[in-house]
């Protein structure tokens, strides 16, 4: 799901065009916490609505309704009572199976009894994927995501000898979480797509399998020189989540990818040399 401007409004009269403009994006940080997102205007006015609604201020109003097809340089409402006849043209976005929502209204006073302001449209007709937040990949490398748990042949205290490999693989489980972004409750479900091992001898691979135990082999090694090394794992994650409110509860598909690294504990490459004996 991209999160898309307003939608533009369009009024057609005999003298002029009136072009209403989607607003320039607005920034605001997420819950996940991080860098900075970019929200579209929409979703940002949508934000101060849901806040009214949890903290409602008695000297700001809110409501919905239809915006007035009508030959005017002022776009209208049919909140306090029907539109003239209709002798322009609104633009109401196509939304698939959804029904678009109808456009956003808000008034203000200085005081409570003091007179309302004119009703003001804060958002045009838009599509519900709109008024939902999108979870980028700034929010997905944000959440701590266990690694891959990693293992090895030999295992911890088997000899590693030059010139032989040593075998690598991973479970390949999936994480999952329920966390918060700009208000909205979430769940996201990661698991690894692809795995980069440097075997600290200045040689690397990266594979999209997560390897097995022998006779396994998709990830294998040969150390051609005695010493000390330690192996660490890169995990490429991807995923996908799911809000709360999508009337659809649709599963959708992050942007982007998040890390992880494993290290392995260091071991010794030793050279397996014979003796004659008496």
């Given at each position: 799901m991209r999160v898309r401007p307003l939608i533009a409004v369009?009024?057609?009269?005999?003298?002029?065009?009136?072009?209403?403009?989607?607003?320039?994006?607005?920034?605001?940080?997420?819950?996940?916490?991080?860098?900075?997102?970019?929200?579209?205007?929409?979703?940002?006015?949508?934000?101060?609505?849901?806040?009214?609604?949890?903290?409602?201020?008695?000297?700001?109003?809110?409501?919905?309704?239809?915006?007035c097809n009508v030959d005017s340089q002022h776009l209208e409402s049919d909140i306090d009572g029907e539109c003239a006849p209709p002798n322009g043209t609104v633009v109401i976005p196509g939304c698939g199976e959804d029904e678009p929502v109808m456009p956003l209204w808000r008034r203000t006073r200085v005081a409570v009894g003091s007179p309302w302001s004119q009703w003001e449209m804060r958002i045009g007709w838009v599509c519900p994927d709109d008024l939902l937040p999108q979870l980028t990949q700034s929010d997905f490398r944000q959440l701590t995501i266990k690694p891959t748990v990693t293992h090895r042949q030999p295992g911890e205290g088997g000899t590693v000898l030059v010139n032989k490999g040593i075998i690598g693989w991973v479970d390949p489980e999936e994480r999952t979480f329920r966390t918060?972004?700009?208000g909205f409750d979430i769940d996201v479900v990661t698991w690894p797509v692809e795995y980069t091992w440097d075997f600290g001898d200045g040689q690397a691979l990266t594979t999209t399998s997560p390897g097995g135990p022998y006779p396994n082999r998709d990830v294998e090694h040969v150390y051609e020189d005695v010493g000390t090394f330690t192996v660490t794992l890169t995990t490429v994650w991807e995923g996908r989540y799911r809000v709360d409110e999508d009337p659809d509860h649709e599963w959708r598909t992050i942007d982007g990818t998040a890390l992880t690294t494993t290290t392995l504990d260091p071991f010794e490459v030793t050279e397996l040399r014979s003796h004659l004996v008496g």
């Open positions: 369009l009024i057609l009269s005999s003298t002029a065009v009136f072009l209403v403009a989607a607003p320039a994006e607005a920034r605001r940080r997420g819950d996940l916490g991080g860098d900075d997102v970019t929200l579209s205007d929409t979703l940002e006015r949508y934000l101060a609505y849901r806040s009214w609604k949890a903290h409602a201020d008695p000297l700001v109003d809110y409501a919905y309704a239809r915006l918060s972004l700009l």
